[in-house]
């Protein structure tokens, strides 16, 4: 099956990384390996242009791009992944029709008070367009479902978990200790570990409540040091805040790319990233899958992707003195740390593996294309 393939939030090859991107790359990987074909018909960002300056002509020039492609390779199916009102699909709808193929929306979302806000507007009314025109959306996020059942039938509805590749995340001892001693860590030293981009809104706000949660701690008799990998426009302000309160316990590796990340999560002991205002967190993930132990908050869908007494350890509130107990508490209970981290590796391989993920995802696009066919077994 040929599937036509856009992102109006960011495209596949966008320089910055995020937890959405990955999610993206790994849907058009996942479709592949099931024998599909996937081709991305446009790399225009739909992410608030008609606020921008020429917006409305690079929208058009994105249509054209679009067109072009489909014409010239006729899809069978249209699938953007993540339309919502400041990154609305505003071609699948319109070419999909022109091309009379199903149009799928992965991991939409849908909030009313945005229509309220005159800057939102348009974002609004173009991401209701979009589902509205949909044959089928899929959401990854269960948080996401009461809304969007305002909105497309739940006939046309789906949930499919958040996944990832197992395989890309396992957890390598050799490559671990690698790491351990490029950066000078010693068999002592309890190596807690973050991964984040460095930016403005709740990434900062969790760096910043993980600094100053990890500095309540005795780290010189818990060992404790933490490496932070990650970058971005705040770089310099996350790494004052990191000196000001751990006090040269925070290494900073930098941006690693993702295929790289294993090493980073295999040479850790603990992760622990805060997830203040996180949909899902893919981080989370893949860190349980190289056999780590999280701790986070329980907020947004956090709780999809760590089981909390299992898997790690979710605070209740933004708490900094229970956080860092919750961190104290796997630093010094080596037993129930290496417990989590086993259960943490089995739960990512049976529950959030995205090639059983994608067999599933495969199955429904197929029936929108040849016709129904007998469910697949999930």
Known sequence: MRIAFYCPNKPLGHPEPSGDQSIAQGLVQALENEGHAVREMSTFRARWFWAQPGGMR?????????LCRSLAWRPELWLTYHSYYKAPDVIGPWLSRLLKIPYVLFQPMYGTRRRRDARTRPGFYGNRFALRAAALAVTNNANDRAALERIVPVERLAYLAPGIFPEMFSRD??????????????????LVLTVARFRPGVKWESLRFLFRSLALLDAESLSLRLMVVG???????????ASACLAGRA??????????????????????????????????????????????????????????????????????????????????????????GLEAARFVRRHRNLHRQARYLAHLLESLVHGPKRPLPR
């Open 231 to 241: 970058d971005g426009p705040l770089d310099d302000a996350v790494r004052r805040e």
């Open 251 to 340: 290494m900073f590796p930098g941006r690693v790319p993702r295929r790289e990340l294993y090493a980073y999560y295999s040479a850790a002991d603990l992760f622990a990233f805060p997830g203040i205002g996180e949909s899902l967190g893919m981080v989370y993930l893949e860190a349980q899958a190289c056999g780590l132990a999280v701790v986070a908050l329980r907020e947004g869908g956090v709780d999809q992707v760590v089981a909390d007494g299992v898997t790690g350890m979710l605070v209740a509130t933004r708490d900094h003195a229970a956080y860092a107990d919750a961190v104290s508490a796997l630093i010094r209970q080596e037993g129930l740390r290496h417990a989590m």
């Open 173 to 190: 001892a050799v490559a671990g200790r690698s790491v351990r001693a490029r950066y000078g860590f010693t068999d002592k030293d309890r």
């Open 58 to 66: 690079q929208a058009m020039h994105g249509c054209a791009e679009a």
